[in-house]
């Protein structure tokens, strides 16, 4: 096959190129002792059933605690927790207890008995059901069990309203809130009354 060239771009070697990714908290471990792993390497990959992947360096502490158990929480980031989770990411559970150190409170999930940040304004509850050895990282396919949302982030209709919640992604070493309101889903062909009905609750 001949080279093609791209006038307006630079080819690079194959790498992990998406972004903005979800950054989350994934507690993992007992509720004696707890421990939390930063992770951006997650996502939603079934609806019914609901189920989520995250990839876990094989090094990592919480790669045994999660092998031993096969369950884990994912506790989603706000603004206000990004310090704890840029800290969860660089120190080790080996040698810090940090729930301890951070001063978060940890929280019995009631379907999987694992510990779930309170501080966290949403968290779900998983049990591993397939692990694929990849290479640098193993990847836990999970189920949803449970899912845990703060009173506040819940309107009138008894929906979720997460724009409430100031989530934060992340984007190569560097951590974001979300940003500006561009649209829903399907607005790009929604009619104009919908599109005024949806403007004015946003």
Same mark, same amino acid.
């Given at each position: 096959? =001949?080279?093609i060239v791209y006038n307006?771009?630079?080819?690079? !070697?194959p790498s992990t190129m998406l972004s903005p990714v979800p950054v989350v908290m994934v507690s993992c471990g007992s509720m004696e002792k707890p421990n939390i792993i930063t992770l951006a390497w997650v996502g939603t990959i079934n609806s019914e059933p609901p189920m989520v992947s995250i990839s876990i360096r094989k090094e990592r502490y919480s790669h045994d605690l999660i092998e031993n158990s096969g369950k884990?929480?994912?506790?989603?980031? =706000?603004?206000d927790l990004v310090k704890e989770t840029d800290y969860c990411g660089i120190k080790s559970g080996r040698d810090v207890n940090k729930f301890t150190h951070l001063r978060l409170k940890?929280?019995?999930?009631?379907?999987?008995?694992?510990p779930m940040i309170a501080? =966290?304004?949403? !968290?779900?509850?998983?049990?591993?059901?397939?692990?694929?050895?990849?290479?640098?990282?193993?990847?836990?396919?999970? =189920?949803i069990d449970a899912v845990h949302v703060k009173n506040e982030l819940m309107d009138k209709k008894g929906s979720v309203d997460l724009d409430k919640a100031g989530l934060v992604a992340y984007s190569h070493g560097e951590y974001y809130?979300?940003?500006?309101?561009?649209g829903f889903y399907g607005f790009s062909v929604a009619g104009p009354e919908a599109l005024k009905r949806r403007w004015r609750r946003s």
């Open positions: 096959m =001949s080279e307006d771009r630079t080819s690079l !070697n884990f929480a994912i506790n989603l980031v =706000s603004e940890a929280i019995e999930g009631n379907v999987t008995g694992v501080q =966290s304004p949403v !968290n779900m509850e998983c049990t591993v059901k397939q692990i694929l050895r990849l290479g640098t990282h193993d990847m836990y396919i999970a =189920s809130r979300l940003g500006k309101y561009l």
